[in-house]
């Protein structure tokens, strides 16, 4: 028998909404790496395959600004994807110090087996949703974080 779960006062938090999207994060985080685990596969490293994917010879700036984060962070994840062998750097043709970034084959190939398993990753944490609420949600969120 499993005695049930004593409950905690949690005060002011369920009023911020900082605190209701990490909580809701954490689940979509912990949902997703279980689900893309046989990709090898986080959250930010499928966001970078469907963001190369989807603008081919994107610089690694632009591919920073676009993910929020410092170049730094870029080199390393790149690095890492570049190790895997899912994205190639080519040299720019109008910038000698700047990378075209492409996926190669190999990367094109796992971003597409992955994406079924995110789609029904999102289907998964939504389903309490309605059609209609999940879409005002991405606008809500959108509007946090345009």
Known sequence: MNPAKPTIARGLLPELIGYRLRRAQV??????????????????????????????GLNQSRLGNAMGVDRSTVVAVIDRLQARGLVARKP????????RLTLTPKGKSALEAAVPEVRAHEARIAEALTTEERAALLQLLEKLAP
């Open 92 to 99: 720019s043709t109008s910038d000698r110090r700047a990378h």
């Open 27 to 56: 689940r979509v985080f912990n949902d997703f790496l279980a689900s893309l685990a046989p990709f090898e596969l986080t959250p930010g490293l499928f966001g970078v395959l469907v963001l190369i994917d989807s603008n081919p």
